[in-house]
Every structure is written in C-alpha cells, then in structure tokens.
C-alpha cells in the first residue's frame, strides 16, 4: 500500500495537501487532445499488417488478450528482441525501436530535462492482440511501441484528454519518426509507436 504524503516532521498530510502536490506539477495539467487533422501530420501509424506478412507473428497460434512472456517468442523473433537501458529505464522491445527510443529520450533529456526525470515505461514489448479485437495484432507485440507514465501516473486511456507532459513529449517524439497513439478512435495518449515511414525504411534496407 502507498504510504500518505508526509510533512518534514512526518504527520500524514490532508488529502487536499497531498491533491495539491500531484496538480501542482507541470506536466500531470489535463488538456484537451489536439484535433486529429493537427497531431502526426506526416506520419502514418505503424504497418502491422506487413509487418505480419513479411515476418509473422513473434508467437505461433492464437494471439493473447494479455501479454505472452518474451520467451513464448520464435526464435527468428527472439533474434529481434534486446533488453537495454535507454535513459531513464530499461526496456525489451525490437532492436531498432529500443536505438531509437534510446537517441529520442536522449533529446528530450538535453531539450527538457525536468520532463526527461518525470518518465516511466509502462511497457514496449507485449505479445498481444489489440484491445477488443481479438486476432489483430498490437504493434507493441512486435515490440515497435511504447506506453509512458508521467510522474508515476497512466493518462486515462479514451477520455480525449492527455497529460501536459504526453504532449511536450509529443514534440519531440514526432521528429524522430514516432505516431502518438492520441489520434486513434479511442484517444491513447501514453502510447508512442515507430511510424509507417521508418519501419519502411528498416525493411527496405533489410535492417528490420
């Protein structure tokens, strides 16, 4: 169980107090999401279905509703997979989406650096089906995407709002390539994927 906000001297806070350190930091603010025709202009989501034809699937037989464990992957998959420390935390993901990853956080690191401490990873590598579509895999199966925590905390997934934080990391985010998950139908602002663009470019210069 999480312990109460204490003061220096160690008397548990009030609720209010304790209210008032979380929406007091910068980047837990929530905002309204950008209009679709505003946000990943450019950038296109990340091809799964080719993905899929080209390699298929990390694991055989029917997909999951919840993570597969690392190991349940091909061993071709498992080739692809790496756990390693980008920054802020370690991650398992694709090869080449962790390299990347690592090079973005490292200019959000130099850019905004209080943002940069404020980071958690909720996860990159999960062998599953997207939510409520059984059969259709997730792009973080291939291990191409990642959910961020800000200050501790998830954005609540389908409420058309997105932290403060979610969206400075946006800005950066997108120059590298990667489609923010707070287009899709059901708004996923925590979630960061590697774009059409550059996974194109992986496989046409047989680097996926």
């Not at 800000?150 to 985010?173: A, M, P």
């Amino acid at each position: 169980m999480r312990q109460a906000r204490t003061n220096m001297a160690g008397v548990a806070l009030p609720f209010a107090l304790r209210l008032f350190f979380v929406m007091s930091s910068p980047y837990l603010e929530l905002l309204p999401v950008p209009a679709a025709s505003s946000i990943n202009t450019g950038i296109d989501p990340c091809p799964t279905s080719l993905i899929e034809r080209k390699f298929g699937l990390p694991i055989t037989g029917k997909l999951p509703a919840d993570c597969a464990a690392p190991s349940a992957a091909s061993a071709a998959w498992q080739k692809r997979f790496v756990l390693e420390d980008v920054g802020p935390f370690r991650v398992t993901g694709h090869r080449n989406a962790v390299a990347l990853l690592r090079t973005t956080l490292s200019a959000v690191k130099t850019e905004k650096p209080k943002l940069y401490t404020a980071l958690g990873s909720a996860g990159m590598l999960c062998m599953r089906h997207v939510r409520g579509i059984p059969g259709l895999p997730s792009n973080h199966c291939f291990g191409l995407a990642i959910d961020f925590y800000i200050e501790g905390k998830l954005d609540r997934r389908g409420d058309g709002k997105t932290y403060s934080g979610l969206l400075e990391l946006y800005s950066i985010f997108k120059r590298f390539g990667w489609f923010w998950g707070a287009e899709f139908r059901t708004e996923d602002s925590m979630h960061f994927e590697v774009g059409s663009r550059v996974v194109r470019d992986w496989i046409n210069r047989g680097l996926f």
